[in-house]
């Protein structure tokens, strides 16, 4: 009895603290030893379970959950490509694009007409200048003695001009002179041949005269030869349009240019670069010195496939964007035409097909593309600046070949009016060949 007594007393006390606390009986079960049946019943009778807390994480989702939130996934993305791919294929039906697109335009060497010393730069690199700014000095030093020269030599011919004139004027007295003395002897000879058939005058005095007749008619010959000399230098023009005069006017505009040349400007507006020359260099004629952009007239070169080709057309419009001035500013233009070959054949090496193994490659070909000025003015282009085109082909009203006539893609202006020239050219004529 002794033995069963704390037994009891200590399944009565695991019974009081399995009603106060549920937890603490499977505790105290699984911490002691049990060989009673009572014990097996207690343990097999599950205790309640306390209530999740609130910030417990929540259970996890099922794989088959799983599969089918990435089978919906998967089949979303396929949905959004294929309309995607259905979009491009109908809104780019009409257009063409690449991004193998680059500026061109006009690089206009300035070199040296005549040798020099250079004495002074007006513009440097990145600087803007307008058609006929000065450039480049040389030293006019030669130009300006040449020029000297040049006048001289045209005084001196309208002096002469002049002296043929009087010339002229001085052999027709001669020859007047030349007819009298000549009638004269005549007159003479015809009264002694009278007189000597009656023997008043001796044989002597009428070979005296006839000598005297012969000796007039030479002096006749040489005064209308020297006439007609006098003449043919003069004959059929005035001093102004004497050949010897306007010999010497040539020489003398030639000296001009020469003179002008000294000044090198600027053939259009643009900006500068390229330059290399220094001050105090000796250059010789056709030196490359710098060279003048004209932003304002350039263009784009789109070198499109050849499998782009079949419906682009010249005129049709086009935009484009450049990685200058970003995706927000938008260019326009038109197709101004195609060139007459690709790349390749008229590259520096072009490839011989025809020899050793062929790889065919897609060929691309430029197409060039007229910008809107005012655009450019706004949002400058530099040679050579990648840009992105788009044409758009939906009208097929142009022709695939420029049929436009040949025009003047750029002039230069002269660099001296001949005004001030001539007026001076007028002056020394005028004067006589006299004082300048």
């Known amino acids: 009895m002794t033995k069963k007594e704390p037994e009891e007393k200590r399944k009565k006390r695991a019974r009081k603290e399995a009603k106060v606390l549920p937890g603490a009986l499977e505790a105290k079960r699984l911490s002691e030893p049990s060989s009673t049946t009572d014990d097996l019943k207690a343990q097999a009778t599950p205790a309640p379970q306390p209530a999740p807390a609130p910030d417990e994480p929540p259970q996890a989702t099922p794989p088959a959950r799983l599969r089918q939130r990435g089978l919906t996934l998967l089949g979303a993305a396929a949905a959004v490509v294929l309309l995607g791919w ?92 030349a007819e009298a003395s000549l009638a004269t002897a005549r007159g003479d000879l015809s009264r002694r041949k009278a007189a000597a058939t009656s023997g008043a005058v001796p044989a002597e005095d009428l070979a005296h005269a006839s000598d005297q007749l012969r000796h007039a008619e030479a002096a006749l010959a040489l005064a209308q030869g020297h006439r007609s000399e006098a003449l043919a230098s003069v004959a059929g ?47 010789a004629g056709g030196t490359p010195l710098m060279a003048v952009v004209p932003l304002r007239d350039v263009w784009v070169e789109a070198n499109f496939r050849e499998t782009q080709l079949a419906d682009l057309r010249i005129g049709q419009p086009v935009t484009l964007k450049s990685d200058a001035w970003g995706s927000s500013v938008t260019f326009h233009g038109r197709v101004a035409g195609l060139s007459a070959g690709s790349g390749a054949a ?52 142009g022709s ?27 002056a020394i004529i005028a004067a006589g060949g006299g004082a300048r």
């Not at 030639?254 to 900006?271: F, K, N, W």
């Not at 600046?385 to 758009?392: A, E, I, M, P, R």
């Open 346 to 397: 008229f590259a520096l090496l072009p490839a011989q097909n025809a020899s050793g193994n062929w790889i065919k490659v897609v060929q691309r070909l430029p197409v060039r593309i007229a910008l809107d000025r005012r655009e450019l003015d706004a949002h400058p282009l530099r040679i050579g600046l990648s840009v992105t085109v788009g044409v758009d082909t939906a009208g097929h009203e």
């Open 86 to 177: 259905g979009g491009y294929e109908l809104l780019g039906m009409n257009s063409e694009t690449t991004d193998d697109a680059y500026v061109a335009g006009n690089v206009v060497p300035i070199t040296a007409r005549e040798g020099g010393t250079v004495t002074a730069i007006r513009a440097d690199n990145t600087q803007s200048v307008k058609a006929g700014d000065t450039l480049i000095e040389l030293d006019s030093a030669l130009a300006d003695v040449q020029m000297d020269a040049a006048e001289a030599a045209l005084a001196r011919a309208v002096r002469q001009a002049h002296a043929d004139v009087a010339r002229l004027h001085a052999s027709d007295g001669e020859v007047a002179e």
């Open 237 to 283: 023009t005035d001093v102004t349009h004497n050949p010897a005069v306007l010999s010497a006017m040539a020489e003398m505009r030639r000296a001009a240019i020469s003179q002008s040349h000294m000044r090198i400007t600027a053939p259009v507006d643009g900006v500068v670069a390229q330059r290399n020359v220094q001050i105090g260099e000796q250059i």
């Open 400 to 426: 695939p070949v420029a049929a436009v006539p040949a025009r003047v893609v750029a002039q230069q202006p002269p660099q001296a009016g001949p005004s001030a020239l001539d007026q001076h050219i007028a």
